[in-house]
């Protein structure tokens, strides 16, 4: 559910890869569709090893490329001879995609709301606090660590909300790694 929080937008377009698909089946040549599909399936392979990228949506626009491109591909695969057929199934398949996504967009924004705020940078590390406000109640803080992979546009999540001090509720402990960071004081680093 907290996709659905974060990306309501992604859920509300959703019934456009169809579309999207058939355009780029009816536009572009067998050749351009193959290589964008092998682009996208190369952009989400890091997924695999369990980075993600430091541009928090980019897995959601990617895998939204690479499914409407991917449509276009099956287009070409199972080409009828009519393609009205194809465009029927486009079609359809958007308007059923659209009466599902449209309530998943609403109850998703109205589910909970998620703020990242990258607090501090440094030591091959980033710290990122999450608040996530839910229906009802107070939000709920946690703090996470993450590490820059050798390209540092790639993120791996090392560790969720460390430990707090009991006695001094700012420092929070990431135990995994060693580190503790200042969350009263974000510029007081480690």
Known sequence: MLVVAKYPIFFFLLFTIPLVGWWAYKRLSRKI??????????????VIAGYYYVWNSAYVWITYVGAAFGWAFLNFVVKDKEDDR????????????????????????????????????????????????????????????????MIPIFLKRVEDEGERDSANKCWIRFGSVGLTYNSCEPDATF
């Not at 092998?38 to 989400?44: G, K, T």
């Open 33 to 46: 569709i193959t290589i964008v599909c092998l682009i996208s399936l190369a952009l989400l392979s890091p």
């Open 86 to 149: 194809n465009m029927a199934a486009s079609t359809l398949i958007s308007v059923i995609l659209f009466f599902l996504g449209v309530p998943v967009a609403i109850f998703g924004g109205m589910l909970a709301h998620v703020e990242q705020h990258v607090v501090w940078k440094g030591k091959g590390y980033r710290v990122t606090h999450i608040v996530e406000q839910g229906f009802a109640g107070g939000p709920k803080n946690t703090f996470e660590l993450n590490r820059y992979a």
